[in-house]
């Protein structure tokens, strides 16, 4: 079984950045994505990355300032926000799952334990 674990949350001023690590005990071939989640409400998806060719998509509100990449030798994936808002802000996740089929953000099944991310004005 694979077991992601988050890092690098934090508190940051709007308009600032961070990045987020997830790591992981073993290759996470299929797709990684991070999900956001806030107090009520549903956790959603904020990016993904395809292990085997390496390509990405986004949720519409990251569009742009948000970035995935992936150190396979690592067995690490990022994420990396720019441009922060407080929109931005809740318990990051992330989640991998075997199948790579793009534009799909459900059927993860590797979860962490998640990291929080704090947007302040």
């Known amino acids: 079984q694979i077991h992601p674990v988050e890092s690098g949350g934090g508190t940051v001023p709007a308009g600032g950045s961070l990045r987020l690590s997830c790591t992981a005990n073993k290759n996470m071939y299929g797709a990684v994505g991070w999900f956001r989640q806030t107090p009520g409400k549903e956790r959603t998806g904020v990016a993904a990355?395809?292990?085997?060719?390496?390509?990405?998509d986004y949720g519409v509100s990251v569009k742009g300032r948000f970035t995935i990449t992936q150190d396979t030798a690592k067995n690490t994936v990022y994420l990396q926000m720019n441009s922060l808002n407080f929109e931005d802000s809740g318990t990051y996740y992330c989640?991998?799952?075997?199948?790579?089929?793009?534009?799909?953000?459900?059927?993860?099944?590797?979860w962490g334990q998640g990291t929080q991310v704090t947007v302040s004005s």
């Open positions: 990355i395809y292990t085997p060719n390496g390509d990405t």
């Open positions: 989640a991998r799952r075997p199948f790579w089929n793009r534009g799909n953000w459900g059927d993860y099944v590797d």
